[in-house]
């Protein structure tokens, strides 16, 4: 698969076959979100891999659909998934460089970017993924253990798609361009 294919194919995967995900491909989607551009080259990411069901319901636990953190329903269809990455940031190696704007911006800009290398290279093993940010940080991070340095940015629940997910539909880019200056078409 070409990167352009890679790209236009992906799309979020939130139902699974029960095919497991070897640690060889795991390392490669790894390395690919490792290639990624940050500020100041400080690749402040830390992954952590699950695949006990146990701490994968845990987490499910902390998830939430929708925005009300609290009364929002777990999000159930992650088990389905036979491993988690959950992408974290370490704050300190952003925050020593760059102060308060690697807590406003910096580190959640570069844990993106590294994410979607990582969602692209998914596609092109014929995996499936979804960014998933619904969770409540603290108890995410009481589970996981994170030092109080390491806070969690996103998760990635990854396996083979069973072929049920839709493509959603995106806005013609067209109408998203300005030239010279916002408005003027
Ligand atoms: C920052 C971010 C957070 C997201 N969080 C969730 C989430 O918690 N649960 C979920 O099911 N999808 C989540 N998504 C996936 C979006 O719903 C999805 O990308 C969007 O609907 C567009 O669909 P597509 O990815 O198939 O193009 C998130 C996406 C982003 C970029």
Same mark, same amino acid.
């Given at each position: 698969?070409?990167?352009?294919?890679?790209?236009?194919n992906r799309m979020?995967?939130?139902?699974?076959?029960?095919?497991?995900?070897?640690?060889?491909?795991?390392?490669?989607?790894?390395?690919?979100?490792?290639?990624?551009?940050?500020?100041?080259?400080?690749?402040?990411?830390?992954?952590?891999?699950?695949?006990?069901?146990?701490?994968?319901?845990?987490?499910?636990?902390?998830?939430?659909?929708?925005?009300?953190?609290?009364?929002?329903?777990?999000?159930?269809?992650?088990?389905?998934?036979?491993?988690?990455?959950?992408?974290?940031?370490?704050?300190?190696?952003?925050?020593?460089?760059?102060?308060?704007?690697?807590?406003?911006?910096?580190?959640?800009?570069?844990?993106?970017?590294?994410?979607?290398?990582?969602?692209?290279?998914?596609?092109?093993?014929?995996?499936?993924?979804?960014?998933?940010?619904?969770?409540?940080?603290?108890? *995410?991070?009481?589970? *996981?253990? *994170?030092?109080?340095?390491?806070?969690?940015i996103g998760i *990635?629940?990854?396996?083979?798609?069973?072929?049920?997910?839709?493509?959603?539909?995106?806005?013609?880019?067209?109408?998203?361009?300005?030239?010279?200056?916002?408005?003027?078409?």
């Amino acid at each position: 698969m070409n990167v352009k294919e890679a790209i236009t194919n992906r799309m979020s995967i939130r139902s699974f076959t029960k095919g497991e995900v070897s640690n060889e491909m795991i390392l490669e989607i790894l390395r690919a979100g490792n290639c990624a551009p940050t500020a100041g080259n400080i690749q402040p990411w830390e992954f952590i891999i699950v695949r006990e069901h146990l701490t994968k319901k845990e987490i499910v636990n902390t998830t939430f659909l929708g925005k009300d953190e609290q009364k929002g329903i777990p999000q159930k269809w992650m088990l389905l998934a036979p491993i988690f990455i959950v992408i974290c940031a370490d704050v300190d190696r952003s925050y020593n460089k760059y102060g308060e704007k690697s807590l406003k911006t910096l580190i959640y800009l570069d844990c993106s970017a590294c994410i979607e290398n990582m969602l692209i290279t998914i596609v092109d093993l014929n995996l499936g993924s979804c960014y998933v940010s619904g969770f409540r940080e603290k108890e *995410l991070s009481q589970i *996981l253990k *994170l030092p109080a340095n390491v806070i969690p940015i996103g998760i *990635l629940p990854v396996g083979y798609p069973n072929g049920m997910s839709i493509k959603r539909p995106k806005i013609d880019v067209e109408s998203k361009i300005h030239y010279e200056w916002y408005n003027k078409k």
